[in-house]
């Protein structure tokens, strides 16, 4: 069987991870990536359920991202004085997880951990600073599809091409024909990311968090380099793309302009705001992102085919990235699974993912009152809740309801991933 020649569009996580399991199906894969370098910056993500599953198949992933996991122990919610109202931490079982996550990772380092196990594989091939300028596909799946690049890369033929390029997805809209934004659904929210030199947690590994009204949240996580990581987020009191609006427009001016926006909407908060709002005028790892879903009926056209965000952001799920890495599995392995045959395993990978993308992407119910809540009255609800679940350790018997609590606090031996016979 002659080798698959695909493209895949991103390196961050879904994209290396994709490259990964397509070169255990024997195929040859190219990943472009738009910016110059492996970008190694982000918030802290989660690595959950069948995320552990297929994190556990590469061999040396589990300890590599044990190696630099956030360290973070436990999250305590405080007042503006800085008196906590209680805490809750991880369990301890990486196989049964709470709100605090065994495998919490920067998004950064998971990318790098990735980069570092296919950089030298003899079947991947990296490319940096390049883009897709157009597509072009024959009506059926069984032709090659010629993709034109940006930045002198020659014009080349592939037998699949994989969006693994964000919620804002590109490819998305040149493969599916449709608008960058089409089928993306705001939450009406939005973060920045980003780290501050001063230590405000004075060596602890329990994160802070705070909330003001209006749905603003403040955190502060621990680094192991000794930094803090500092989230700004925002969510609206409803969830209409006009809630976004004002942050995705300084969002294409650049930082400059985003962190001028956020300053403005938190200059009234208390806590430790102030300082950390100087520390992100001086930042140079600053990051933004608007938190969507998207929702497309079908998960490839022709001989395109989306994995990770592209396909299915899940919002706040909490399992976007166990999501991707799942995709990513479930795709190489349908097309190895159907010898080669690029149609049949991506009719294969649809019928795989669908349901798991289903059930993985619901929201916990009253999931954005706890987070952010809009009034004064709110915040002291939830934190008199989260008081009550600190002190009396009930979250470890929530937990176990996970069709209350969303897939994320499912178990691990829940997912029933298919076992593939892979190639190498």
């Known amino acids: 069987m002659p080798k698959l020649e695909v493209l895949v569009v991103g390196a961050s996580v879904a994209g290396p991870m994709t490259a990964y399991w397509l070169a255990r199906a024997g195929a040859r894969v190219t990943i472009i990536e738009r910016f110059p370098v492996l970008r190694t910056n982000g918030q802290a993500i ?13 061999p040396g992933m589990e300890a590599a991202v044990r190696a630099k996991t956030t360290q973070l122990e436990g999250l305590s919610y405080v ?3 800085g008196r906590p109202y209680g805490v ?31 950089k030298n594989n003899e079947n991947i091939r990296y490319i940096f600073n390049e883009q897709v300028v157009s597509i072009q596909q024959r009506e059926n799946q069984n032709g090659s599809v010629t993709v034109e690049f940006a930045n002198g890369t020659a014009t080349s033929s592939f037998d699949l091409i994989v969006a693994c390029d964000g919620a804002a997805s590109r490819i998305r809209a040149l493969g599916f024909n449709c608008a960058v934004r089409d089928h993306v659904e705001t939450t009406g929210c939005w973060a920045t990311y980003f780290s501050v030199k001063e230590d405000f947690l004075q060596g602890s590994k329990t994160g802070q968090a705070h909330s003001a009204t209006g749905g603003r949240f403040v955190s502060i996580e621990p680094d192991p380099s000794g930094i803090n990581q500092v989230t700004l987020m925002k969510l ?32 009234d908060v208390g806590w430790r705001t102030a300082d950390l709002l100087k520390g992100m005028m001086e930042t140079d790892d600053f990051y933004g992102s608007e938190l969507v879903q998207v929702h497309i009926p079908a998960l490839f056209s022709g001989r395109v085919v989306l ?17 991707a890495m799942t995709g990513a599995y479930v795709l190489a392995g349908e097309i190895q699974h159907h010898k080669g045959d690029v149609g049949a395993g991506l009719e294969g990978y649809e019928k795989r993912m669908r349901p798991m993308i289903n059930e993985m992407s619901k929201v916990p ?21 989260f008081a009550v679940i600190s002190w009396t350790n009930v979250v470890e018997y929530l937990q176990r309801f996970s ?9 691990n031996d829940e997912c029933k991933l298919p076992d593939y016979e892979w190639e190498k």
């Open 46 to 58: 989660d690595i959950r359920t069948s995320g552990v599953t297929v994190m556990r198949k590469i």
């Open 79 to 81: 007042r503006e004085d």
């Open 88 to 118: 809750i931490r991880a369990t301890g079982n990486p196989d049964q997880q709470s709100l605090i996550s065994e495998y919490e990772i920067f998004r950064g380092d998971l990318s790098q951990i990735l980069f570092d196990l296919t």
């Open 236 to 267: 609206s009191a409803r969830d209409t793309p006009e809630a976004t609006l004002g942050f995705r427009q300084a969002l294409k001016q650049g930082d400059d302009a985003l962190k001028q926006f956020v300053a403005q909407q938190y200059q």
């Open 307 to 323: 994995v990770g965000d592209a396909g299915f952001a899940p919002g706040f799920s909490g399992m976007g990235t166990s999501l």
């Open 365 to 385: 119910p009253f999931v954005t009152t706890l987070m952010s809540p809009q009034t004064r009255w709110g915040i002291w609800l939830r934190n008199a809740v």
């Open 403 to 411: 069709d209350l609590f969303g897939a994320a606090f499912a178990s």
